[in-house]
């Protein structure tokens, strides 16, 4: 009996076996054609590393500023959709910012960049909503590897600019030695 078991066995991997092995000999026309994209859509990072963003998308621009960003910094503003309402919430939107943010600062070893927080005297509810969502976006970079010392928090106090909450971020990139240094009026 225990014969006849190891038999049958036997027999059912052999099958099997072969069975896998004439399924790779598929014909090749009946598998689908690989989905290409443009070479223009395609970019290197710092690190030699590739992504694929179309021109004109917000993962383009952000690949952009990091790549131009000298040791004066370049700023970039974050959209207006990048928190969910009146909240220090990243929205779904904002999470595939952040998630590429922390990608290109993680492809970019000399990149730091300083999260200018607008702080209106008058308005000092728009300030603090405005602290809490550069804390959630420091947080999360944090959280996906970017060391704390690539990332800074400031406040800017001039009324240029402020609005309700905004973020404008900077990217420096430049010697580590350096402290990070950001065009911040006081």
């Known amino acids: 009996m225990r014969r006849h078991l190891q038999i049958a ?18 014909d090749p026309e009946v598998a689908a054609p690989a989905q290409s994209g443009r070479s223009g859509d395609i970019i290197t990072l710092a690190d030699g590393a590739t992504m694929v963003a179309a ?12 790549a131009t960003a000298g040791p004066r910094g370049g700023s970039l503003d974050l959209a207006s959709d990048t928190f969910t309402g009146e909240t220090a919430v990243l929205s779904r939107t904002g999470l595939g910012d952040a998630a590429t943010l922390a990608s290109l600062l993680d492809a970019t070893a000399d990149a ?11 308005d000092v509810a728009a300030g603090d909503l405005s602290s809490k969502r550069a ?3 420091v947080t999360f970079l944090e959280g996906r590897g970017i060391a704390s010392d690539r ?6 106090r001039s009324k240029q600019g402020a609005n309700e909450a905004s973020l404008t ?13 950001a065009a911040v009026h006081s």
């Open 9 to 26: 066995i036997t027999l059912n991997l052999a099958a099997t076996a072969t069975l896998a092995l004439q399924s790779c000999k598929g």
């Open 55 to 66: 021109k004109g998308s917000r993962p383009r621009a952000m690949a952009e500023w990091i």
């Open 112 to 122: 730091r960049i300083v999260l200018i927080v607008r702080k209106d005297p008058q």
């Open 135 to 137: 804390d959630a976006l």
């Open 151 to 156: 990332l800074a928090v400031r406040a800017d």
């Open 169 to 181: 971020l900077v990217a420096e990139r430049g010697s580590w030695r350096d402290p990070i240094k």
